[in-house]
Protein backbone atom coordinates (compact mmCIF):
# COMPACT_ATOMS: atom_id res chain seq x y z
CA UNK A 1 0.00 0.00 0.00
CA UNK A 2 0.87 3.60 0.09
CA UNK A 3 0.49 6.55 2.34
CA UNK A 4 -0.76 9.52 0.92
CA UNK A 5 -1.14 13.49 1.93
CA UNK A 6 -3.26 16.00 0.50
CA UNK A 7 -2.59 19.78 1.28
CA UNK A 8 -4.85 21.71 1.99
CA UNK A 9 -7.28 19.76 3.89
CA UNK A 10 -9.83 21.93 3.30
CA UNK A 11 -10.33 25.54 1.83
CA UNK A 12 -12.78 28.41 0.94
CA UNK A 13 -12.51 30.31 -2.22
CA UNK A 14 -14.01 33.22 -3.84
CA UNK A 15 -14.90 33.34 -7.43
CA UNK A 16 -12.56 34.12 -10.04
CA UNK A 17 -9.35 32.90 -7.97
CA UNK A 18 -7.58 29.65 -8.22
CA UNK A 19 -6.30 26.85 -5.79
CA UNK A 20 -2.80 25.01 -5.55
CA UNK A 21 -3.65 21.26 -4.36
CA UNK A 22 -0.78 19.01 -3.58
CA UNK A 23 -0.39 15.37 -3.19
CA UNK A 24 2.76 13.52 -1.61
CA UNK A 25 3.02 10.13 -1.43
CA UNK A 26 5.59 8.34 0.72
CA UNK A 27 7.25 5.80 -2.05
CA UNK A 28 7.46 6.28 -5.81
CA UNK A 29 4.69 5.32 -7.81
CA UNK A 30 3.14 4.37 -11.06
CA UNK A 31 0.31 6.17 -11.60
CA UNK A 32 -0.80 9.22 -9.93
CA UNK A 33 -4.30 10.91 -10.48
CA UNK A 34 -7.07 13.20 -9.83
CA UNK A 35 -10.78 12.65 -9.02
CA UNK A 36 -13.37 15.01 -8.34
CA UNK A 37 -16.28 14.11 -6.06
CA UNK A 38 -19.40 16.65 -6.05
CA UNK A 39 -21.29 16.31 -3.06
CA UNK A 40 -23.61 13.43 -2.72
CA UNK A 41 -21.83 11.77 -5.96
CA UNK A 42 -19.62 9.28 -6.84
CA UNK A 43 -16.23 9.40 -7.89
CA UNK A 44 -15.26 11.23 -11.64
CA UNK A 45 -11.64 10.99 -12.44
CA UNK A 46 -10.44 14.34 -14.01
CA UNK A 47 -6.85 13.38 -15.17
CA UNK A 48 -4.05 11.01 -15.12
CA UNK A 49 -0.69 12.92 -13.84
CA UNK A 50 2.08 11.56 -15.88
CA UNK A 51 5.98 11.91 -14.46
CA UNK A 52 7.74 14.09 -17.45
CA UNK A 53 4.88 14.68 -19.34
CA UNK A 54 1.64 16.27 -19.35
CA UNK A 55 -1.29 15.06 -17.74
CA UNK A 56 -3.80 12.84 -20.11
CA UNK A 57 -7.04 14.41 -19.16
CA UNK A 58 -11.03 12.89 -19.79
CA UNK A 59 -13.77 14.35 -21.37
CA UNK A 60 -15.15 17.39 -19.79
CA UNK A 61 -11.76 18.48 -18.45
CA UNK A 62 -9.05 20.61 -19.88
CA UNK A 63 -5.91 21.43 -19.34
CA UNK A 64 -6.41 25.62 -18.52
CA UNK A 65 -9.04 24.82 -15.83
CA UNK A 66 -7.65 22.44 -13.95
CA UNK A 67 -3.39 22.61 -14.97
CA UNK A 68 -1.45 19.43 -13.31
CA UNK A 69 2.05 19.08 -12.65
CA UNK A 70 4.14 15.78 -11.82
CA UNK A 71 7.69 16.85 -11.28
CA UNK A 72 8.71 13.28 -9.88
CA UNK A 73 7.16 9.95 -9.08
CA UNK A 74 6.23 11.17 -5.28
CA UNK A 75 4.50 14.12 -5.84
CA UNK A 76 1.43 16.15 -8.03
CA UNK A 77 -0.29 19.23 -7.85
CA UNK A 78 -3.50 20.31 -9.13
CA UNK A 79 -4.58 23.74 -9.83
CA UNK A 80 -8.40 24.75 -10.22
CA UNK A 81 -8.21 27.87 -11.78
CA UNK A 82 -10.76 30.92 -12.57
CA UNK A 83 -13.32 28.82 -9.94
CA UNK A 84 -17.04 29.21 -9.82
CA UNK A 85 -19.46 27.46 -7.35
CA UNK A 86 -19.85 24.66 -9.47
CA UNK A 87 -16.55 23.80 -8.44
CA UNK A 88 -17.32 23.21 -4.88
CA UNK A 89 -16.39 19.72 -4.60
CA UNK A 90 -13.69 16.85 -2.45
CA UNK A 91 -10.59 16.74 -4.93
CA UNK A 92 -8.89 13.56 -4.27
CA UNK A 93 -5.83 12.00 -5.53
CA UNK A 94 -4.83 8.30 -5.76
CA UNK A 95 -2.17 6.32 -6.57
CA UNK A 96 -1.52 2.94 -8.66
CA UNK A 97 1.59 1.05 -7.34
CA UNK A 98 0.81 -0.72 -10.98
CA UNK A 99 -1.65 -0.47 -14.16
CA UNK A 100 -4.54 -2.53 -13.34
CA UNK A 101 -4.00 -2.86 -9.65
CA UNK A 102 -5.78 -1.28 -6.62
CA UNK A 103 -5.45 2.11 -6.48
CA UNK A 104 -5.14 4.02 -3.04
CA UNK A 105 -6.55 7.30 -2.16
CA UNK A 106 -5.27 10.75 -0.49
CA UNK A 107 -8.03 12.05 2.55
CA UNK A 108 -9.16 14.75 0.37
CA UNK A 109 -9.29 18.00 -0.19
CA UNK A 110 -12.63 19.75 0.40
CA UNK A 111 -13.24 23.16 -1.41
CA UNK A 112 -15.98 25.71 -1.41
CA UNK A 113 -16.59 28.43 -3.89
CA UNK A 114 -18.49 31.65 -2.76
CA UNK B 1 -20.92 1.49 -23.01
CA UNK B 2 -19.15 0.54 -19.63
CA UNK B 3 -21.14 0.99 -16.48
CA UNK B 4 -21.29 0.19 -13.02
CA UNK B 5 -24.59 0.09 -10.71
CA UNK B 6 -24.97 -0.28 -7.36
CA UNK B 7 -28.21 -0.95 -4.98
CA UNK B 8 -29.73 -0.14 -2.71
CA UNK B 9 -28.61 3.69 -2.47
CA UNK B 10 -29.16 3.57 0.72
CA UNK B 11 -29.42 0.58 3.29
CA UNK B 12 -30.39 0.75 7.18
CA UNK B 13 -29.71 -2.29 9.32
CA UNK B 14 -30.30 -3.09 13.30
CA UNK B 15 -27.03 -4.27 14.85
CA UNK B 16 -25.97 -7.97 13.67
CA UNK B 17 -28.70 -7.23 10.84
CA UNK B 18 -26.65 -9.95 7.86
CA UNK B 19 -27.56 -7.83 4.53
CA UNK B 20 -25.88 -7.94 1.07
CA UNK B 21 -24.91 -5.13 -1.24
CA UNK B 22 -25.10 -5.23 -4.85
CA UNK B 23 -22.62 -3.97 -8.04
CA UNK B 24 -23.82 -4.60 -11.55
CA UNK B 25 -21.40 -4.05 -14.27
CA UNK B 26 -21.20 -3.79 -17.83
CA UNK B 27 -17.97 -4.04 -19.01
CA UNK B 28 -15.39 -5.21 -21.65
CA UNK B 29 -13.20 -7.54 -20.23
CA UNK B 30 -13.34 -7.20 -16.44
CA UNK B 31 -9.63 -6.93 -15.58
CA UNK B 32 -10.89 -6.11 -11.90
CA UNK B 33 -13.42 -5.64 -9.49
CA UNK B 34 -12.69 -3.39 -6.56
CA UNK B 35 -14.77 -2.34 -3.26
CA UNK B 36 -14.00 0.32 -1.03
CA UNK B 37 -15.62 2.09 2.29
CA UNK B 38 -15.83 5.56 2.74
CA UNK B 39 -16.66 7.15 5.91
CA UNK B 40 -17.49 11.14 5.65
CA UNK B 41 -15.01 13.72 5.00
CA UNK B 42 -12.57 11.23 3.79
CA UNK B 43 -10.87 9.45 1.45
CA UNK B 44 -11.93 5.92 -0.10
CA UNK B 45 -10.05 3.12 1.66
CA UNK B 46 -9.52 -0.04 0.13
CA UNK B 47 -11.20 -3.33 0.81
CA UNK B 48 -11.13 -5.87 -1.63
CA UNK B 49 -9.90 -6.82 -5.11
CA UNK B 50 -11.55 -9.48 -7.30
CA UNK B 51 -10.58 -10.90 -10.55
CA UNK B 52 -12.54 -13.80 -11.79
CA UNK B 53 -15.81 -15.22 -11.00
CA UNK B 54 -16.37 -17.37 -8.48
CA UNK B 55 -13.38 -15.43 -6.53
CA UNK B 56 -13.93 -14.90 -2.82
CA UNK B 57 -12.39 -12.76 -0.50
CA UNK B 58 -13.11 -11.89 3.19
CA UNK B 59 -12.23 -9.52 5.91
CA UNK B 60 -13.92 -9.69 9.44
CA UNK B 61 -17.29 -9.43 9.23
CA UNK B 62 -17.26 -8.43 5.01
CA UNK B 63 -17.07 -11.06 2.32
CA UNK B 64 -16.51 -9.89 -1.49
CA UNK B 65 -18.43 -12.11 -4.12
CA UNK B 66 -17.88 -12.03 -7.95
CA UNK B 67 -19.56 -13.77 -10.82
CA UNK B 68 -19.61 -12.66 -14.46
CA UNK B 69 -22.17 -9.77 -14.05
CA UNK B 70 -21.89 -8.55 -10.82
CA UNK B 71 -20.91 -8.44 -7.45
CA UNK B 72 -22.03 -8.60 -3.83
CA UNK B 73 -20.74 -7.38 -0.43
CA UNK B 74 -22.11 -9.33 2.26
CA UNK B 75 -21.70 -7.79 5.61
CA UNK B 76 -22.24 -10.53 8.55
CA UNK B 77 -23.71 -9.78 11.86
CA UNK B 78 -22.83 -5.56 11.10
CA UNK B 79 -21.70 -3.43 13.90
CA UNK B 80 -22.49 0.62 14.27
CA UNK B 81 -18.89 0.89 13.00
CA UNK B 82 -19.73 -0.72 9.90
CA UNK B 83 -21.77 2.51 8.98
CA UNK B 84 -20.11 3.87 5.69
CA UNK B 85 -20.80 4.66 2.03
CA UNK B 86 -19.32 1.37 -0.28
CA UNK B 87 -17.67 2.22 -3.51
CA UNK B 88 -17.50 -0.49 -5.96
CA UNK B 89 -15.37 -0.22 -9.36
CA UNK B 90 -14.75 -2.07 -12.55
CA UNK B 91 -11.29 -1.90 -14.10
CA UNK B 92 -11.89 -2.92 -18.06
CA UNK B 93 -8.99 -4.44 -20.08
CA UNK B 94 -6.78 -1.80 -22.38
CA UNK B 95 -6.97 0.58 -19.62
CA UNK B 96 -6.11 1.72 -16.35
CA UNK B 97 -8.92 3.79 -15.56
CA UNK B 98 -11.78 2.71 -12.82
CA UNK B 99 -15.56 2.86 -13.55
CA UNK B 100 -17.40 4.44 -10.23
CA UNK B 101 -20.68 2.86 -9.08
CA UNK B 102 -22.61 5.59 -7.23
CA UNK B 103 -22.06 3.83 -3.80
CA UNK B 104 -24.39 2.66 -1.15
CA UNK B 105 -24.86 4.36 1.94
CA UNK B 106 -25.04 2.05 5.07
CA UNK B 107 -26.04 3.13 8.27
CA UNK B 108 -26.38 0.44 11.35
CA UNK B 109 -28.19 1.29 14.15
CA UNK B 110 -27.45 0.09 17.73
Known amino acids: SAVISQKPSRDICQRGTSLTIQCQVD?????MFWYRQQPGQSLTLIAT?????????ESGFVIDKFPISRPNLTFSTLTVSNMSPEDSSIYLC???????????FGPGTRLTVT | EDQVTQSPEALRLQEGESSSLNCSYT??????LFWYRQDPGKGPEFLFT???AGEEKEKERLKATLTKKESFLHITAPKPEDSATYLC???????????FGTGTRLKVLA
Open chain 2, 27 to 32: VSGLRG
Open chain 1, 94 to 104: SVGLSKGQEQY
Open chain 1, 27 to 31: SQVTM
Open chain 2, 50 to 52: LYS
Open chain 2, 89 to 99: AALASGTYKYI
Open chain 1, 49 to 57: ANQGSEATY
